[in-house]
């Protein structure tokens, strides 16, 4: 089992950049993928970003593509989403998620493949 925390949400103006962490509990992170997800009020979560176990695979929504990037430490059981150029389009509650994954290269990009998810943390974009 694995515990998730997340933090660096906040409120930000359009082209700004913030860095969201997920700080994972446990001695077994680097047998999980690890993704970010969002949720827009009155919206669906909706994949953002995965990255896979040994962090050498990674894909991206393509709302999200050329302007965010995340990464992973498996020493400091940590995933980062660094996000650049921020849309107002880019507001919802980001999620941290992870999922045991059966190799070190696959990325995992459906909600139903991740087996435990972080309480959110806000980002707000302004215009």
């Known amino acids: 089992q694995v515990q998730l925390v997340e933090s660096g949400g906040g409120l930000v103006q359009a082209g700004d950049s913030l860095r969201l962490s997920c700080a994972a509990s446990?001695?077994?992170?680097?047998?999980?993928?690890m993704g970010w997800f969002r949720q827009a009020p009155g919206k669906e979560r909706e994949f953002v970003s995965g990255i896979s176990r040994s962090g050498g695979s990674t894909v991206y929504a393509d709302s999200v593509k050329g302007r965010f990037t995340i990464s992973r430490d498996n020493a400091k059981n940590t995933v980062y989403l660094q996000m650049n150029n921020l849309k107002p389009e880019d507001t919802a509650v980001y999620y941290c998620a992870a999922g045991l994954s059966p190799n070190t290269i696959v990325v995992l990009t459906t909600i139903g493949t991740y087996g435990y998810w972080g309480q959110g943390t806000q980002v707000t974009v302004s215009s």
């Open positions: 446990g001695r077994t992170f680097s047998m999980y993928a």
